[in-house]
């Protein structure tokens, strides 16, 4: 048995000697942010954005805020597992639904679409963020009926030919219909 374990050792060893032999150290700059949260007022959302990026949308509680007549502004801050890039604050929303696109303009950095919760309607906005000079900065806004909360914004996407669509809901004849429009950026 301890015949075993030193030879488990020494293979974990080697490994780790092998691993680290040609192993390349870059000195990568990152600007952190910290935020103080009250767990009886505050919200954290957990959203997948590709296998290896996780968005974090801090928001407000608003069902348990006593404040909320009081508000003129509600905001949310978006975390991004991805020490690269920058928080994000958007003014005028109580949570989002963040959607990762590919690079779009060429930088070889990913742009965001962003559609913001409000309270109670089905019209919302369809927000595109590229990252620019270590921030994110909102390079176009659209808008977007959207009152089946059942497709989150990640179902509501389609890419065809390096083409981008907008699945969007629509009211007629007491009936909803599916649109599908090109997002032109």
Not at 52 to 63: C, Q, R
Not at 154 to 164: Q, V
């Amino acid at each position: 048995m301890m015949r075993m374990k030193r030879y488990c050792f020494l293979l974990l060893l080697a490994g780790v000697m092998l691993a680290c032999r040609n192993g390349e150290t870059k000195e990568v700059e990152v600007s952190t942010k910290t935020f103080r949260m009250d767990a009886d007022t505050t919200l954290v959302d957990t959203l997948l954005l590709s296998e290896n990026d996780t968005a974090f949308v801090i928001k407000p509680k608003v069902t348990q805020d006593p404040t909320l007549q009081e508000k003129k502004a509600f905001e949310i801050n978006v975390l991004f597992s991805n020490k690269k890039w920058p928080a994000l604050n958007f003014k005028q929303a109580i949570g989002a639904d963040i959607y990762l696109v590919k690079d779009l303009d060429g930088d070889n950095q990913p742009e965001l679409l962003l559609r913001p919760e409000w309270f109670s309607s089905c019209w919302a906005s369809i927000n595109l963020f590229s990252m620019k000079e270590n921030t994110w900065k909102m390079v176009k806004k659209g808008s977007m009926y959207f009152c089946a909360d059942e497709y989150p914004l990640a179902k509501r996407i389609e890419e065809k030919n390096n083409k981008y669509y907008l699945l969007t809901d629509s009211l007629a004849d007491d009936q909803f219909i599916i649109n599908k429009n090109e997002i032109k950026f």
